[in-house]
């Protein structure tokens, strides 16, 4: 699905595209005039949408096109008729624009037999005059890429994302930028001591692995500052370990991989924005299995740090993984 922008105003568009008229109030329904599409989509008051508003009728311009099985559309807005808009600028408009149009686009249907194809093609946003605009949606647009490649990771099965291939999504996903991804197996974590990353992953088939993830932007600048570190929980899965999760609780336990997930599409923005910034991605990945290498309830292990840990319970994982990484953020003293 592309964003184009036109100098041309939405009447003098061919009869291909639908167009988008905002009514303040009705219902939602389509009006044929000369042979022209309008769908008229309820927006309320243009001087009342507040930023919150806004991002949400730009995804119900998406979601009502998808739904009609509409190819192409085209609307018009006006910077100047969204007042509560004014404070954030019109680049904020524009970027925000085209941020939502894709998050609200995205289906992951990689697992679906028979996936419906998805008609939208094109959204042409008309009367643009300013040529700073479309460099603003694309902008938005990059924002939302790397948050659906993180909504790719965090939806695939624990099976076909293990700490390994988590390591290697964060290599695919930050190709081409100015990103380097290392992938630290269980013998490079043993030497580090991390405890705690061993400790939950130990009853799994699938070791371990420490992502660290850099990006910096700032090498020709004149004051350099300390880097920005996110740390992110990439448990692949969680059965809760020995004191395992009740059935349907572990139900899409794969998404505990998340907070990695957004790590990888943070830092991805980030590079492929090529923002004046010196950030490091950690993220501890493990499976946390139920096994008979499975850490035990009183188990004590010895963090990177030196500190000895009571196990009290299984399913508190993420604490452990997440405490060595923010120590072994400590090296890089970020700000």
Known sequence: MQIKTTSKILTLLSKEYVRIVFIEKGNERFVE???????????????KITPRTFRTLVREIV???????????????????????????????WQTLGENIHLAHYEFTRYKSNPQKVVLEEILITDITDKKIP????????????????????????????????GESAKRVLKGTKATVKVLDDTAITKLKMG?????????LHKPRFIVIEYNGTKNAKNKKRPIVYVGKGITFDTGG???????????????????????????????????????????????????????????????????????????????????????AKQYKPR
């Open 33 to 47: 005039r000369n042979g022209i599409t309008e769908l008229h989509l309820i927006a309320g008051k243009l001087e």
């Open 63 to 93: 979601m009502s096109a998808k739904k009609h099985k509409i190819a192409k559309i085209a609307l018009t807005i006006n910077f100047e008729n969204v007042p509560k808009l004014h404070e954030f600028g019109a680049e904020w408009m």
């Open 135 to 166: 460099a603003y949606i694309t902008y938005g647009e990059t924002i939302a890429l790397f948050a659906n490649h993180t909504r790719d990771i965090a939806n695939t099965p624990g099976g076909d994302m293990t700490p390994a291939l988590l």
């Open 196 to 204: 705690g990353l061993l400790g939950v992953g130990q009853g799994a």
């Open 242 to 328: 020995l004191q395992v999760k009740p059935g349907m609780s572990m139900y899409e336990m794969h998404m505990d991989m998340s907070g990695g997930a957004a790590v990888i599409g943070a830092i991805g923005a980030i590079a492929k924005l090529g923002l004046p910034q010196h950030v490091i991605g950690l993220i501890p990945a493990a499976e946390n299995a139920v096994s008979d290498r499975a850490m035990r309830p009183g188990d004590v292990l010895t963090m990177m740090s030196g500190t000895t840990v009571d196990i009290l319970h299984t399913d508190a994982e993420g604490r452990l993984v997440l405490a060595d990484a923010l120590h072994y």
